[in-house]
C-alpha cells in the first residue's frame, strides 16, 4: 500500500510538458535565431557607421588620398558625390594617367582641391615637357612631393651637375653658379665655390676692381678644394685667369724669382723669355706674333713649374 502510494506520488514528474511550457522554449529558440540572423547586419551598419566616421574625418583634414581609399572600400557611396570623383582624379595621378587625371579634376569646378589639383597637374605636365635641364630640374623641385616629382628631380641632378662641371671648365662661371646653386648635395657646394672663384680669378684679370684680399681669400678656396681631392688647375691657369692666379712673387729652390701684377698687367721672370710683350695663355707666355716662350705646367696652387728655352724650374708662391 506504501509503494503503490510512493508511484501515485512520483507519477507527475513523467506527464507531458504543458502547452504553454512548449510554447516558452519555441519563443526562446526563435528569439535566439533571430538574433543569430540580426549579428551580420548589425556588424555590417556598425561598420559602415565607423567608415562613414572615418571619411567624415578625411575629408575635414582633406586627406584626399585617404579618401580615395575610404571610397573604394565604401560601395554605398554614391558616384556623383564630388570627393569621390576627386578621389578617383588622384587615383589616376598616382597610377601615371596625369591626362586623365587632370580632365577629372577640370571637371569639378566647385570643389577648390580640384581646381588646385588641375593647376599642379598643368605644372607637372609643363615639367615634363620642358627641353632645358636646368628649368625641367627647378619645376620637378617646384612641385615638391606632388606624384613622384621628387624623384623626376633627382633623376635629373646627374646630368644637370656633369653640366656644370662642364660648364666650369670651359670658363662660363655665371653658368655653372647657377646650375650648382640648384643642387642640393656637398658636390655641388664646392662646385658652386669653384665656380665663384673661378669667377673672381677671370674678373681681376679683366681689369675688375678685385682687392688683394678678395684674391687671397679666392686662393685659399682652391687650396681646401684641392685638399678635397679636386682638380682645380683648369681653373687656376685658365687662359688670362692665370695672370690673377700668378699675382704676386714666387721663388725657385735655385735663386730665380717670379714677379706678375695682374692690376698693372706686368710680368718679371727670371730666366727671362725673349720678347717684349708677352700674353697669358692656357699653356704659358705667348709673344706678340703667337709664338710660346714660356710654358707652365701646375702641380698645386702653390707650387707651378715653368719652362723657358728648354728650362725648367719649379717655383713656389711666396706666402
Known amino acids: 500500500m506504501l509503494q503503490q502510494q510512493e508511484r501515485q506520488i512520483a507519477a507527475p514528474a513523467c506527464q507531458p510538458k504543458l502547452p504553454f511550457e512548449q510554447n516558452l522554449r519555441l519563443r526562446r529558440k ?27 574625418k578625411h575629408l575635414q583634414t582633406q586627406a584626399w588620398e585617404q579618401v580615395f ?4 572600400a565604401m560601395p ?18 598616382h597610377a601615371g594617367k596625369t591626362q586623365e587625371a587632370l580632365v577629372q579634376a577640370e571637371q569639378l569646378t566647385n570643389l577648390a582641391e580640384a581646381k588646385e589639383l588641375a593647376w599642379m597637374l598643368r605644372r607637372y605636365h609643363a615639367a615634363e615637357q620642358a627641353t632645358d635641364l636646368q628649368q625641367r ?50 658636390e655641388a657646394e664646392v662646385g658652386l665655390t669653384l665656380a665663384g672663384a673661378g669667377r673672381t680669378l677671370a674678373d681681376a684679370a679683366a681689369g675688375g676692381t678685385q682687392s688683394q684680399k678678395a684674391l687671397k681669400k679666392t686662393l685659399e678656396v682652391l687650396r681646401q678644394a684641392e685638399q678635397q681631392g679636386y682638380e682645380v688647375g ?86
Open 137 to 186: 630640374h627647378d619645376q620637378f623641385g617646384a612641385l615638391g612631393e606632388f606624384l613622384d616629382s621628387a624623384e623626376r628631380k633627382k633623376e635629373t641632378e646627374t646630368a644637370l651637375l656633369q653640366a656644370a662641371w662642364t660648364a666650369l671648365n670651359t670658363k662660363d662661371y655665371r653658368k655653372a653658379e647657377e646650375m650648382f646653386a640648384s643642387i642640393d648635395i656637398e
Open 69 to 72: 581609399l575610404d571610397t573604394q
Open 234 to 319: 683648369q681653373i687656376c691657369l685658365q687662359d688670362s685667369a692665370a695672370k690673377s692666379f700668378l699675382h704676386g712673387s714666387w721663388t725657385a729652390a735655385t735663386g730665380e724669382t717670379l714677379r706678375v701684377d695682374c692690376v698693372a698687367n706686368t710680368i718679371l721672370l727670371e730666366p727671362a723669355p725673349e720678347g717684349d710683350e708677352f700674353f697669358f695663355r692656357r699653356q704659358g707666355l705667348e709673344d706678340a706674333f703667337g709664338a710660346l716662350v714660356a710654358a707652365w705646367n701646375y702641380r698645386s696652387v702653390d707650387e707651378i713649374e715653368i719652362t723657358v728655352s728648354g728650362t725648367t724650374l719649379v717655383y713656389f708662391r711666396d706666402l
Open 30 to 56: 526563435i528569439a535566439i535565431g533571430l538574433c543569430c540572423a540580426a549579428l551580420p547586419v548589425m556588424l555590417l551598419f556598425g561598420y559602415a557607421a565607423a567608415k562613414n566616421t572615418e571619411m567624415l
Open 76 to 93: 554605398w557611396v554614391q558616384k556623383s558625390v564630388p570627393e569621390k570623383q576627386y578621389a578617383e582624379a588622384l587615383r589616376l595621378a
